[in-house]
Structure formats: C-alpha cells, structure tokens
C-alpha cells in the first residue's frame, strides 16, 4: 500500500509531445536563448531591489521558488452519486448540514441542558491537528457554549505537554522528566489515552495545574492498569489528596476520580513509586453543562483515529468520556501530500468514522473540514494549495454517505485565498505559515462554528414545534465569511 508517496511526473504524455528526428538534433544543444532570457530577469531583478526596492538587494528566495513549482498531479477522484443522499439530510445552510440520523440526539440533550429538566453533562470530544494543539478555536467554541448551555469543567487536558506550545485555555501546565510518546505519523496501533499521547514516569517525574480561569471541583486522572505498575499521588496545593496503584492482573486503561478542595489552585500529579503510565487529567466543575474537551495533536492526520488508537483500549476510554458528540476535524497536513489525497484519503475517513461508531455507537458525529491553507507563489503572491478544496469535497460525500454533520470550515471562512486575505489583515488572523491561525483568527472560526451549530439546533427545535428567540450570534463579514 503506498502511503504519503510524492506526486510523479506524467511520463504517460511523453510520446504525444514528440516531434520528428530532425527538430529532435535541433533543440539537443544547450538552450542558449533561454539561459540568456533567465539572466537577463534575475539582472533585472537584482537591479529593480538594489536601486528602487528600499535597496534591500537581490533577494536569493527568488531562486529559490522555482524549485516549488508543483509536477503535475493526479487528477482528482469524480466524486460519484453526492445528489443520492440529499433527501437524507438537512441543509441549515450551503456549509452546515447536520444529518437527522446523527445530530438529533446531540440536540435532544442540549435541549435537555436548556430546560434544566436534570442534572447532566453533555461531553464533546473534538479531535484535530495542530491549529486546536494550543486549544485555539476549541477554547473559544467551549466558553460559547458553556455559557449558553452550562459549565462542567475545563475538560481533557494531556499529563504533560508535548510540544512547547500545548496548552489549555484556563489551566497552566508545567512538567518535568516523563517519557512521552504520541500516535503522531505512526501506522501502527499502540497504546496511547484519550488524546492520543502517553506519558510515562518514575519518582522525580511530576505535573503541575495551575487554575487560573475557575475553580473546578475535581480531577479524573486518566491512566493505564498493568502487571507491576507503580503508584501516583496527586496533590492539591501541595497536600496529598490521594494515592493511586496502577498494579493490577491485565492491562487495561482506567479512570480515577478525586474530590478538591475548595478553591484549589494548584493541582499536581507525580509516581511516587515504581513506573507509572498516565494520559490525562480531566477537570470537572459541577454536574450539569458542556464538557468541551480539545484532543489536539501537532502533526496529526485522521490516520490516528483510523489506524493509531488501538480500538479495545479506545473503547474503553470511550465509554468513561460517554461522548454525546465526536467531531473529527484532520486534512490540513493530509493536504500536503496529494497523491495520498487522491488515493486513500477517503478510504481512511470511512475507516475512522468506522472506529468512532463502534468505540461510541450512541455519539453523534461531525466531520469538520479543515480551514483554508495558503502557499507562496511566485515572488509575493499566496495561493490555496488546490488539495485543500479536494479534501473538503470528499469530507461532505463521505459525511453524506455514512450519516455524519459536517461543516465546510473552508468556505464559511472565506474559500479560495482566504488565507492571503488574513495573512494581510489588520489584526493578522494566520501567521507566517499560512496555516495556523492567530488568536484573533481563531475566534473568528469558532465564531462560525458556533453560529452554524446554533442555526441546526434552532431547525431542530422549530421541526419540533419549540419556539425559539435566540438569533445566531452576529460573525464580522469583512473577511470574507459567508
């Protein structure tokens, strides 16, 4: 099976574009006219940015973008039979559509929620790459709808922090001296948390939480049970509150929970004997609202729900989170190699989608495309890379055909160049990498997130004869959002 293989010349065109011997021995001889033509513009340029351009000299980047001119590449999948699911889904909108079979029972418990008719809480696991890593979008998609809806926690956050830049809005971590493993880039299942990561330590390791938006109530420590596993404290402002075995007869993952005190701001796990395996801390405040946990991986592809997360131990995780909703947000680095997205791109959603339905047959899924993603051309021109709108198609007949929501991130933002409108925008909404967003863009696709949720919910209620006097939320237009 190929995988992430390099798009290839097509050698298939050669022999049409053959001419007879004679012009062949006449173009064999060096190119001399195009070896001067290619001289005479970089003097040219050369002299336009040493005399004119604020003499900042001859950039040598410019040479360098010739060599990310693009081969041509395969062409596109036909996408076959899309019209064939209309009937079965509901489009709020030209970039939402939210599938009776999968969001009605989503909807039915923030209906529930709404009402206050009981206690609950209401968990959405949204796995993705690495623009929600930081817990960008995510974070202000949660405090949204914890505030409509209620707070139950800060949610999932890792043992410790992967990549400098994880993070967690309202919590500040800090660790040391764990051996930490991710199912990033792997094709293989091994035995990674909730999140996908693992974290693995002897006395000496330690993390610390600090609390610095809301109090939270208690902490689910999330780890792994095996033959000679030692034992971990945690500790609330630096006394102990309680003390855990992870020795036992069979390996298998677990949970544990541990009342705080009140007004705890500091909350701190450590071995305390032995090796121990832990995955997650998972803050919870109250017993009713929205659970909103961000389950980001840098690097990430939709490989790791697909072939990663070894389906029992998943599972298991699975059925102590009880997700109401599972949004599968991947592509932007898929988009980077576009023979894999010709290929077997959609035969590894289905097969994620596969593994999410039976880790949580009752969870409704959502399959979230990934947002613009720009590349440079020429000298200070961006571009969409052209994967990107392909993935987003596939996304939507793979959602269709298998029941899923889906939300088309990529033309709620804006579509083709969008991210050269933000990159030029006054704040910046995508840094230099035309990939990531700032926290200004951020907020920006929660927004739209949010407004289109909201607009399915309220289809939702008024199909079922409930009155509603909430308006979506109002998203600035003057980037292109539509």
């Known amino acids: 099976m190929e995988i992430f293989s390099p798009p290839q010349p097509d050698s298939s065109r050669s022999d049409s574009l053959q001419s007879d011997p004679s012009e062949s021995r006449k173009k064999a001889g060096f190119p001399s006219k195009t070896a001067f033509a290619i001289l005479a513009c ?28 693009r081969w041509p590449m395969p062409p596109p999948p036909i996408l076959q039979n899309a019209s064939a699911y209309k009937s ?24 529930k929620l709404e009402q206050k008719k009981a206690a609950g809480v209401v968990t959405v696991l949204h796995y993705g790459d690495s ?25 999932y956050t890792l043992i410790a922090k992967p990549w400098a830049w994880y993070g967690h809005r309202g919590i500040e971590i800090s660790d040391r001296g764990w051996k930490m493993r991710t199912g990033v880039g792997l094709m293989r299942e091994g035995i990674y948390g909730l999140g996908g990561a693992a974290f693995e330590g002897g006395p000496g390791a330690t ?42 007869d069979a390996q298998k993952t677990a949970c544990i929970r541990v009342e705080l005190p009140r007004k705890a701001k500091v909350v701190s796990i450590h071995p305390q004997a032995g090796t121990v395996t832990l995955f997650g801390a998972d803050f919870r405040n109250g017993a009713i609202g929205i659970l909103y946990d961000s389950l980001g991986l840098n690097g990430a592809t939709t490989t790791v729900l697909a072939r990663v997360l070894q389906p029992e131990l998943w599972k298991q995780e699975i059925e102590h989170a009880n997700p109401a909703l599972i949004i599968i947000n991947y592509g932007s680095n898929e988009s980077s190699f ?17 593994r999410a339905r039976t880790a949580a047959p009752l969870a409704a899924i959502l399959i979230m495309s990934p947002m613009d993603r720009g590349e440079r051309s ?14 987003v198609a596939i996304q939507r007949q793979i959602a269709a055909e298998t029941h899923c929501a889906f939300f088309d991130t990529y033309d709620a933002m804006g579509g083709n160049g969008t991210m050269a409108r933000w990159f030029t925008a006054n704040p910046r909404l995508v840094t230099a990498d035309l990939l990531h967003p700032t926290p200004q863009g951020a907020t920006l696709v929660a927004n739209l997130f949010v407004e289109q949720l909201e607009l399915g919910y309220n289809r939702w209620k008024m199909q079922r004869g409930i009155t509603t006097s909430n308006a979506p939320s109002a998203v600035a237009s003057q980037f292109g959002a539509h």
């Open 378 to 391: 020429g000298l200070n021109e961006i571009e969409t890379m052209q994967t990107i709108p392909e993935i």
């Open 131 to 155: 623009p929600i890593t930081a817990d960008l979008i995510t974070g202000d998609v949660r405090a949204q709808l914890q505030s409509r809806f209620g707070d139950a926690g800060r949610g």
């Open 207 to 248: 993390s610390s939480f600090r609390l610095t938006e809301s109090e939270q109530s208690a902490v689910i420590v999330e780890y792994l049970e095996k033959p000679g596993g030692g034992i971990f404290v945690v500790e609330a402002d630096g006394k102990k509150v309680m003390e855990q075995t992870t020795n036992a």
């Open 338 to 354: 576009g023979s894999f997205v010709h290929k077997q791109y959609a035969a590894e959603l289905r097969l994620a989608i596969q």
């Open 42 to 69: 970089v003097a040219m340029l050369t002299f336009w940015r040493v005399h004119i351009d604020d003499h900042k000299g001859f950039d040598p980047s410019v040479v360098g973008e010739a060599f990310r001119l």
């Open 88 to 111: 079965d889904k509901q489009e709020t909108s030209p970039v939402f559509i939210a599938d009776p079979k999968g969001l009605d029972p989503f909807f039915a418990q923030l209906w």
